[in-house]
């Protein structure tokens, strides 16, 4: 009975993806559209874009988008797992235009492991944004770049347009090194100190709990899916020997004995089969989802949130971007 429901949940959760996926055509054209507008001016927004609308239709164009993006943004291992996607993942025919875009930029980074990776600290001024090889970013990631061999630059531009630039040169093979680059502080004398009223918190798109029990829970369901095949092991183990007793057998009423024993242990271990691989399903679904909403909650905008704090005080004083309280605020 448990196995019957289990397989029935399985085929559900497979039946709401397709219609998922087949449903509102017109929206994820829509949204496809604006994610791609978005490359031309933050390509983190892009990201962000991208990976919202995979989570509700994922497919070959979502996961070559995302490929690009990450291939744009030099980040490698990311770029190469949805380019591999692509071509494995949806049993497209080789003469598809997408599988022969997302084969011809896998192989551009195809050794893109052995690119020197390179640290970016950059300090983006209010309003600005920075550029990298080309690409606009309304900020610098906190983790390496792979860049290919030559020459590379880094741009910061204010909100005035006003730019400067840093070029470093990589080649394959050579350790991590970190660049930074940063607008000269603007230094003034500032002695007035003022009361602040405000305190402000910064939430997340979505809660840390919802992806990181997805994911947990997920994993929690593909461990039981391991267990299970254990089980199926031991049930095939049982079949295999009633089968040999029956072949040896002379007595007719003992090879019936062993013929239903041995028809029973293989229903057994198609039982426990289908009980494995529909517990691994879910589970892989879970954190799959997981750590789509965990992505997306990362690269999204804060939510700001202000909280009375009478009593508290700060002082003005001198940063990169201008003026600054003691407590971080910029403004």
């Keep these: 009975m448990h196995v019957k429901w289990l397989t029935m949940g399985f085929a559900s959760l497979m039946a709401f993806s397709a219609v998922a996926q087949a449903q509102d055509m017109e929206e994820f054209k829509t949204r496809m559209?604006?994610?791609?507008?978005?490359?031309?001016?933050?390509?983190?927004?892009?990201?962000?874009?991208?990976?919202?609308i995979r989570i509700q239709y994922a497919g070959p164009e979502v996961d070559?988008?995302?490929?690009?993006?990450?291939?744009?943004?030099n980040q490698c291992s990311e770029a190469q797992y949805y380019f591999t996607q692509v071509m494995v993942a949806y049993d497209l025919p080789?003469?598809?235009?997408?599988?022969?875009?997302?084969v011809n930029a896998y192989d551009e980074i195809a050794d893109c492991e052995s690119w020197q990776k390179v640290m970016v600290e950059c300090s983006v001024p209010v309003g600005g944004h920075a550029v990298i090889d080309g690409e606009q970013l309304s900020e610098c990631w906190d983790r390496a770049y792979s860049f290919k061999d030559g020459e590379h630059v880094i741009e910061?531009?204010?909100?005035?347009?006003?730019?400067?630039?840093?070029?470093?040169?990589?080649?394959?093979?050579?350790?991590?090194?970190?660049?930074?680059?940063?607008?000269p502080a603007k230094v003034k004398e500032v002695e007035k100190v003022v009361e602040i009223e405000n305190v402000v918190f910064e939430k997340e798109k979505f809660h840390p709990a919802l992806y990181w029990g997805l994911i947990a829970g997920g994993a929690a369901i593909v461990a039981v899916g391991g267990f299970m095949n254990g089980y199926a092991g031991e049930a095939k183990v049982s079949e295999q020997k009633f089968a040999d007793l029956h072949a040896i057998s002379t007595s007719e009423k003992n090879r019936e004995y062993f013929a239903k024993r041995r028809d029973e242990a293989h229903d057994d271990v198609k039982a426990r089969n289908i009980a494995m691989y529909s517990l691994i399903g879910v589970g892989s679904a879970a954190v799959v989802t997981g750590v789509a909403l965990a992505i997306v909650s990362a690269v999204s905008d804060k939510e700001h949130i202000e909280k009375k704090d009478?009593?508290?005080?700060?002082?003005?004083?001198?940063t990169a971007d201008g003026l600054a309280l003691g407590l971080g605020m910029n403004f």
Aim: glycine share 6%.
């Design 33 to 52: 559209g604006t994610a791609a507008a978005a490359t031309k001016v933050d390509m983190n927004e892009a990201l962000r874009q991208y990976l919202e």
């Design 156 to 183: 910061l531009v204010d909100k005035d347009g006003k730019k400067i630039e840093k070029k470093v040169t990589t080649k394959s093979g050579e350790e991590q090194k970190t660049v930074a680059i940063a607008f």
């Design 310 to 318: 009478d009593g508290v005080k700060a002082y003005f004083s001198p």
């Design 94 to 102: 080789e003469t598809n235009p997408i599988y022969k875009r997302a």
């Design 64 to 73: 070559y988008s995302l490929g690009r993006a990450y291939q744009r943004m």
